[in-house]
T-cell receptor, first 112, second 113 residues
Framework: DVKVTQSSRYLVKRTGEKVFLECVQD?????MFWYRQDPGLGLRLIYF???????EKGDIPEGYSVSREKKERFSLILESASTNQTSMYLC???????????FGEGSRLTVL | TQLLEQSPQFLSIQEGENLTVYCNSS?????LQWYRQEPGEGPVLLVT?????EVKKLKRLTFQFGDARKDSSLHITAAQPGDTGLYLC?????????????FGKGTHLIIQP
């Protein structure tokens, strides 16, 4: 089974802090994704990556950056956290062009 | 922009009842996926439907893709408390890659014992 592991299930940060959310997958998938999920808004794509060192903006990239130095690891970075970034963050991976997403358990971030 | 509308938004029923939730769009999708998400967890893929009119069964869950590939439904027979969760549909457009996936906002389903 595909395993997607997110490093932190729950985080509480202060406004202005730098936040790293780590995601690791163990199935050698080329594609990885970061979404945020908010009540009433559903899942929104922040960034995705089709290969190592490659990144593409999703629908809501503002305020975020990403890093993919190794195939199995995709990190989401909030350079200066703000309260409107309080959300559930979901990482996912996908094999090739299958269009099937495997999600991690999520990281619930609260920014005070 | 492709949109997927899911209905109902919330549904609470008694154990043993049947239910259907819907996923509708004005756009055509090459395939459509259903996920279930339990509280505090990430979504888990249930099924993918690809062909217009396709019906897939997963135990008590029946998934159907509309003939025109614009809509889908999920029918649950004899619902159980373990079916409780957020059901998400996601449509894949003609472009490649998951950036082409459009998610609905989900149906929150609660099955009362």
């Amino acid at each position: 089974d595909v395993k997607v592991t997110q490093s932190s299930r729950y985080l509480v940060k202060r406004t202005g802090e730098k936040v790293f959310l780590e995601c690791v997958q163990d199935m050698d998938h080329e594609n990885m994704f970061w979404y945020r999920q908010d009540p009433g808004l559903g899942l929104r794509l922040i960034y995705f990556s089709y290969d190592v060192k490659m990144k593409e903006k999703g629908d809501i990239p503002e305020g975020y950056s990403v890093s993919r130095e190794k195939k199995e690891r995709f990190s989401l970075i909030l350079e200066s956290a703000s309260t409107n970034q309080t959300s559930m963050y979901l990482c996912a991976s996908m094999l090739g062009g299958t269009r099937l997403l495997f999600f991690g358990e999520g990281s619930r971030l609260t920014v005070l | 922009t492709q949109l997927l509308e899911q209905s109902p938004q919330f549904l609470s029923i008694q154990e043993g009842e049947n239910l259907t939730v819907y996923c509708n769009s004005s756009s055509v999708f090459s395939s459509l996926q259903w996920y279930r998400q339990e509280p505090g967890e990430g979504p888990v893929l249930l099924v993918t439907v690809v062909t217009g009119g396709e019906v897939k069964k997963l135990k008590r869950l029946t998934f159907q893709f509309g003939d025109a590939r614009k809509d889908s439904s999920l029918h649950i027979t004899a619902a159980q408390p373990g079916d409780t969760g957020l059901y998400l549909c996601a449509g894949a457009g003609s472009g490649g890659g998951a950036d082409g996936l459009t998610f609905g906002k989900g149906t929150h389903l609660i099955i009362q014992p």
